[in-house]
């Protein structure tokens, strides 16, 4: 990616970035990321074999030996999911190869994705948040008979049923949601945090009154602004930096400094947090999301499981988005214009 460029703004001498190859890396592990995250669903919600199976069709892997005899569709379903991985390198190098554009150029687009992603989310846990305390609180005060009927109430008492046809359906809602609104609504998110830890302190010192579903719906929400808004902060250059050299390098000094770490501190806690919590089915990601794990504080809400969801979209889009923050960098260090200052960043 580095090569010598003698006629740099910089002077002669200094070292400069290909733009493609940086672009194609950038792209590429967008694509492997969303390529992951199909393939864990097909093997653990669609029951696919994994990839293993097909890398064992060309001698690699642990399946590779050949003791074992693979059934023709479990090996068809394991290059389906190999293809998924190959296409995503393939298709990255392709786009990048017919769409000259420059590092700012989509850095921007992937801010987009990330954007997109995390108002969805938002929008997710808001819907969610209020129906599943309205639930609970007629449930806990026994209301849920008389509002939808004996079977119904019931069936909203298993997680399960509580999780695939309320939850889901609210969250698919979100998705169309977020395409039509262009805020993030993090300050909201905030104001409804305070609200709500507010209610319990009046219902509890006023009223005599709390329940599980209070503390949980604080929970959920709290959890989720600060997962969610983490790719927004790193975007805004907003994280805490502890500084001994960074703040007296020159502006394609920082640049360099920024891209480096974005590999190699960002993505590889990104994709570690990833991989381990998304590897297998009693992962610490997949395990609650299968089971629709709640917690065990009696009539409190259902919604724990999707708390361990959080994790897979910060690591999703904190990856994104350190790719993007990684190309915003390398055109600081290769002195493009359109740098900007974020005044926000603490030092």
């Not at 970035?17 to 969303?34: E, G, K, M, S, Y």
């Not at 420059?102 to 997109?116: A, C, F, K, P, Q």
């Not at 939850?167 to 805020?183: F, I, N, Y």
């Not at 975007?235 to 394609?252: C, I, K, P, Q, T």
Request: with cysteine.
């Amino acid at each position: 990616m580095a090569t010598m460029h003698d006629s740099d703004q910089s002077g002669s001498g200094a070292w400069s970035v290909n733009p493609n190859a940086a672009r194609i890396f950038a792209w590429a592990i967008v694509a492997l990321t969303f390529a992951f995250v199909i393939n864990t669903y097909l093997t653990i919600w669609q029951d696919f074999p994994g990839g293993r199976v097909g890398l064992a069709l060309i001698g690699l892997g642990p399946d590779a030996s050949g003791d074992q005899e693979i059934p023709g569709g479990t090996i068809a379903l394991g290059a389906i999911q190999v293809l998924i991985y190959l296409l995503a390198v393939i298709g990255s190098v392709f786009y990048v190869m017919t769409r000259p554009r420059g590092l700012r150029d989509e850095s921007v687009r992937m801010n987009g994705i990330v954007t997109y992603m995390i108002r969805a989310a938002f929008w997710g846990v808001i819907l969610v948040g209020m129906a599943d305390m309205i639930i609970s609180f007629l449930r806990v005060e026994d209301l849920l008979d008389d509002v939808f009927g004996a079977q119904l109430a019931t069936d909203l008492g298993r997680p399960a049923f509580r999780g695939g046809y309320v939850h889901m359906p609210l969250l698919a809602l979100s998705l169309v949601v977020a395409a039509v609104t262009r805020t993030i609504g993090f300050h909201w998110l905030t104001l409804m945090v305070v609200v709500a830890e507010l209610l319990i302190v009046l219902s509890r010192f006023i009223f005599s009154y709390e329940q599980a579903f209070q503390g949980d719906l604080v929970r959920f929400w709290y959890a989720a602004l600060f997962l969610f808004a983490s790719a927004y902060t790193l975007l805004e250059d907003g994280h805490v930096r502890v500084d001994v050299l960074y703040s007296g390098f020159s502006l394609r000094a920082k640049g360099l400094a920024n891209a480096i770490g974005c590999v190699f501190l960002g993505l590889s806690l990104t994709l570690v947090v990833m991989f381990f919590g998304m590897e297998d089915r009693t992962s610490i990601i997949t395990s609650p999301l299968i089971n629709y794990e709640v917690s065990q504080s009696g009539f409190g809400m259902y919604v724990k499981y999707l708390m361990a969801g959080f994790l897979a979209i910060f690591a999703v889009s904190m990856t994104i988005q350190f790719a993007a923050t990684m190309l915003d960098s390398l055109a600081d260090h290769r002195g493009d214009p359109g740098h900007i200052d974020h005044e926000g960043a603490a030092t």
